[in-house]
């Protein structure tokens, strides 16, 4: 079991209340997740740029050595390091710098990267999540969210969602898969990265497989539902909105609801709390799914 | 008539409260924001009025009481309910009356996926749709739907009825449409009359066809 939770800003004037609206929600989820939490948040695009966030393995990483050496080899326009995650921003083409952190800083993991998306994600308990990463004061147009209950793999900040599955796009799971060893392998022949043993990482990886194969993000979600076998609601973040996806058979919850101001997308009924404090309806039935803020497909 | 404003209680206290009612008490909660395990395990004949959107597991267990929703109500609602009534106003998520051995539970909205399954005696009238896998390896009890069911209804089924006004996507293995005799006609008026149903006319029952129930290795593609 885990939870997931997903906010779109519509309006405009909201979006300065972005974290504020989320934290609530995910902090509701802790019960579903209480092993560990994380967040992808859309925000601050860069243009004529690009923007990756690094996760380093030690609280006690050396971050000025970082900026140091990056910017000896890249422009690097700004670094924010929030404890042991670091949102690097540069002019620079986004593969180049990919590679060279992978092949010079071992002791880092990137996250995510793309020109608006940033992830955070850390062990523990998703309220000290919260407020360690001041998930808060966020702002952004949108931003998924998730509490891990481990049942496949360890508990580490690596296990733990949002999984980048590309650039600008994320993946948050609640379910189990249960081919992903072999999909591992196969996409592993197929030159896909993988850094744990983590089921919904093969997911992430798979359609970043199906995107880089050339399928839209409809046509990457199809094959899925193909070739991954398992119980699962996914939410897939993209630059512009977020997509909710559920195995044939609907083993897991989605509960979803739209206004002319956001959409909003949760494991639970919870969300409703969100439409309180906006004094607001939500509307929309249970197991109703489609996709949000971009070209859809039902898979009810 | 109590008010339990679950903003300021516990559920556990909640619970408490109504599991301590006497018969002919009256309960009104409110705030429920979707909240989890909402009136569970009432063994009295208290009427218990919720106000708002339920969790998982709503009215679970229930004995006697009387429970109405206003509202929608997540999975396992009236999970193992005994006797009594259960009525939700909006929609029940999967497995509505899972194993339930009495009771009435009435849906007027639509119903999600395997309603009714391994249902042991309970009546469910729902007024909307259902989803796939309902009433699956039931046992005994009315599965009633005056709108349309999905696919594999009834699957694996034994001597429970299942009533359906509209479509049903496809019946599950060893599962038949059977003739509507009189005392069939009889039973679902009943059952729709208590729920304060319209519609009466149109239904098609569905059973067993009792090819499961002994293993037949002829058979064995349809385990």
Redesign the interface.
Known sequence: MCGIVGLFIKNQALESQLGALVAPMLSEMTERGPDSAGIAVYRNPQENGCKITVLAQHQDFDWGALEAAISNHFSLRDITVTRNHAVLSLDSEIDDVQVWMRDNWSDLSITSAGTNIEIFKGKGNPAEFIDQFDIKSMTGTHALGHTRMATESAITTEHSHPFSTGQDLCLVHNGSLSNHNRLRETLRKKGVHFKTDNDSEVAAGYLSWRLSEGDDLDQALNHAIEDLDGFYTFAIGTRDGFAVMRDP??CK?AIMAETDDWAAMSS???L??LC?ALKMRAFG???QLRFIAGKGVNND | MTEINLEKSTIRELNEALQAGSSGDKFSVNNTVGKHALSVGLTTKVDVEINGHVGYYCAGMNQQANIIINGNAGPGLAENMMSGQVRVTGNASQYAAATAHGGLLVIEGDSSSRCGISMKGVNIVVGGNIGHMSAFMAQSGCLVVCGDAGDALGDSIYEAKIYVRGKVKSLGTDCIEKEMRDEHKKELQQLLSQSKMSHVEEFRRYGSARKLYNFDIDQVDDY
Request: zero cysteines.
């Open positions: 058979i609907g919850p639970e009924y919870v409703l709390q309180q039935s249970l197991n």
